[in-house]
């Protein structure tokens, strides 16, 4: 993996479960890590479903090799939320391809 195509930066965040002042659960999301990334793939899709027309944005990122990533987590790029569908490893411990769905507004 060539530094210089790691032209992107994402941030992988995790969900934790904190009590408001109200007693309620919430969820927040903490940083795991800061990353740079290479964007290899960027898609649109729509699809008819039960409600209607929906667009689906699908992004894969490659990135090096950090062992705490999983598809529990979501990952932040251009101010936008990602849900991560898929964790691929790239060869033993060289790298991850990360395939992201982006969250809706």
Do not use: H, Y
Not at 49 to 77: H, K, Y
């Amino acid at each position: 993996m060539k530094s210089g195509k790691l032209t992107e930066t994402i941030r992988i965040e995790r969900a934790t479960a904190d009590i408001n002042d109200a007693g309620t659960p919430t969820e927040t999301w903490v940083r795991v890590a800061i990353l740079r990334a290479e964007r290899v793939d960027q898609t649109t899709e729509e699809f008819m479903r039960g409600f209607g027309a929906s667009d689906e944005e699908v992004v894969v990122f490659r990135v090096r090799f950090l062992d705490r990533i999983t598809n529990a987590q979501r990952l932040i790029w251009n101010r936008q939320p990602f849900n991560i569908r898929q964790v691929t490893p790239i060869g033993r411990r060289k790298g991850l391809e990360l395939r992201c769905v982006r969250l809706p507004e």
